[in-house]
């Protein structure tokens, strides 16, 4: 299964950028990054996701290292409704999400 | 915007019993997915399906799950006897391709007792 790191735990204040880094250095050249988060009580939600090129919507930003073997999800403004389990999955082709434990993000008022 | 949806939100059963775990997928999707996450813990892959079949499915999935799409608008997960460590929450997730992104519904709270 694919295996990422991310720390498990992130606080940053109300309406500053969070950049949520992630290392996935057993990723394949044709993996595509992913990033799903989940909010309290709820399901998983997508974020984004990205193969080499930094990637951007209305949500947030994909920063994808050169070499591949790390991201960053960045959030351009946080607000109190990005308080969430944030997850980084590399796909190895097939269709299944493989979920780690995330980096729970807390923001602070 | 279009969404999963799930039904019911939260079922309650006694061990043994069968239960069915309903889900909407997003119309024009192809690929549907269920998942599940025990309190406290990972979300896990159960089942993936596409074109009428079973594309993968994990360990969790044996013999006592089985998934259909039976209308070509619902797609159902079915426990045949249901164990008090089946409760979880099942989310339904679906998909337009492999390398797209999925759509999760709110999930199914299933309680065995």
């Known amino acids: 299964d694919a295996k990422t790191t991310q720390p498990n735990s992130m606080e940053s204040n109300e309406e500053e950028p969070v950049h949520l880094p992630c290392n996935h250095s057993t990723i394949s050249g044709t993996d595509y990054i992913h990033w799903y988060r989940q909010l309290p009580s709820q399901g998983p939600e997508y974020v984004i996701h990205g193969l080499t090129s930094n990637v951007n919507n209305r949500m947030a930003s994909l920063a994808i290292a050169e070499d591949r073997k790390s991201s960053t999800l960045i959030l351009h403004r946080a607000t109190l409704r990005d308080a969430a389990v944030y997850y980084c999955?590399?796909?190895?082709?097939?269709?299944?999400?493989?979920f780690g434990t995330g980096t729970r993000l807390t923001i602070i008022p | 915007e279009p969404e999963v949806t799930q039904t019911p939100s939260h079922q309650v059963t006694q061990m043994g019993q069968e239960v069915i775990l309903r889900c909407v997928p997003i119309?024009?999707?192809?690929?549907f997915y269920w998942y599940r996450q025990i309190l406290g813990q990972k979300v896990e892959f159960l089942v993936s399906f596409y074109n009428n079949e079973i594309s993968e499915k994990s360990e969790i999935f044996d013999d006592q799950f089985s998934v259909e799409r039976p209308d070509g608008s619902n797609f159902t997960l079915k426990i045949r006897s249901t164990k008090l460590e089946d409760s979880a929450m099942y989310f339904c997730?679906?998909?337009?391709?492999?390398?797209?992104?999925?759509?999760f519904g709110q999930g199914t709270r299933l309680t065995v007792v």
């Open positions: 999955i590399h796909r190895f082709g097939n269709e299944k999400l493989t």
């Open positions: 119309s024009n999707h192809l690929y």
């Open positions: 997730a679906s998909s337009e391709g492999t390398i797209t992104e999925a759509f």
